[in-house]
Structure formats: C-alpha cells, structure tokens
C-alpha cells in the first residue's frame, strides 16, 4: 500500500496572513488608542495612545485569532470527511529544564490514517510546544495518546486536523 505525508501548501498562506494581519492589527489598535488619548490632551496623545495601543493589542490579540480558528474549524467540520487516525510516535521532552520557570515541553504525536477520498495510507506530525506552567497539560496529553491509541480526524484534501478534548478545542496537523 502506497504511503505519504499529508502536508497542505496553505500553511504558507496562513503564515503570511497572519502576519499581515497582526501587523495592520497592532497598528490599528496604536491608531485608535491615540486618536483617544489625543481628544482630552495632545501633549500625551503620542505616548500614551502608543503604549496604551500596545497594550490593547498584546492582550486582546489571542482572542482575535481564537475566533478565526473557531470559523475556519466550523468550516473544517462542515466540509472534511471523518477518519480514525492512529498514533505511531509521540513523544515528550523538557528544554531548559534546570529549574527554570522558561522551561517548555514539547510533545511530538505522528499518526497515520487511512485518506478518505484516496485510500492512500497518510502520516501526519505534530509537535506542541508548552510552557513550564502547562506541565500536568503536556504530560496529560502523551498520557492520553501513548503509540497505538486512537483518535478521531477531520480531513479534506490536504488538510487534517484531530480533536484533542484537552479542552473544547480543535488542533490542526498539516
């Protein structure tokens, strides 16, 4: 039987509009906070619309992205096809793990499942990487998904992505 790597070439796109979309976020957050703070007094409308800016956008940007992947994974579960994936590797491992509080974990899942549309056996990796106060998170999940385990995928084309059920969340695999 034929096997491959399911590797979807709009990762790229994404990267690139994400990018793009953080840069016009940031600036139109820094933008809307100095037109603010420049009504009530303009000698401080540069610095504090600047900082104020900044902070606005570092702290709701997460949301923003959380609600475009909650549309793109309504989308996925719309239009993808179900399949039982199976898990070949995972893995765990610590970086900076000398009783620092920067430590991260990294946990690898490779899993391979059948193509829905195909039939050609595909692989996909995945590596999730977590801070030192997401521990208990990271070790749970290799707990969850020794090699062997199931789980359950949505694929479409060249794109697949698995529920973990860590939390009421989509991951994606490209």
């Known amino acids: ?4 790597m399911l590797f979807n070439p709009m990762v790229f796109v994404y990267w690139a509009v994400s990018a793009v979309g ?6 139109g957050a820094i933008r809307g906070a100095t037109f603010v703070a420049f009504v009530p007094d303009e000698s401080v409308a540069v610095v504090v619309g600047f900082l104020g800016g900044m902070v606005f956008a570092f702290v709701t940007w997460p949301f923003v ?3 475009m992947w909650w549309g793109r994974r309504a989308y996925l579960r719309k239009i993808a096809a179900p399949v039982s994936a199976t898990v070949i590797e995972s893995g765990h491992r610590v970086t900076h793990a000398i009783n620092s509080p920067f430590a991260t974990h990294r946990v690898r899942l ?15 990796k995945k590596e999730f990487a977590m801070a030192e106060f997401r521990r208990s998170t990271a ?4 707990h969850r998904f020794p090699e ?3 789980l359950p995928m949505l694929v ?4 697949a992505g698995f529920d973990l059920a860590l939390r009421p969340q989509w991951v994606d695999l490209w």
């Open 1 to 4: 039987m034929k096997t491959g």
């Open 22 to 27: 953080a840069a016009l976020y940031f600036i």
């Open 65 to 67: 992205l959380m609600v």
């Open 110 to 124: 490779k899993v391979t499942f059948p193509h829905p549309s195909t039939g050609v056996e595909c692989w996909v």
């Open 139 to 142: 070790k749970a999940l290799l």
């Open 148 to 150: 062997g385990a199931t």
């Open 156 to 159: 479409r084309g060249r794109a």
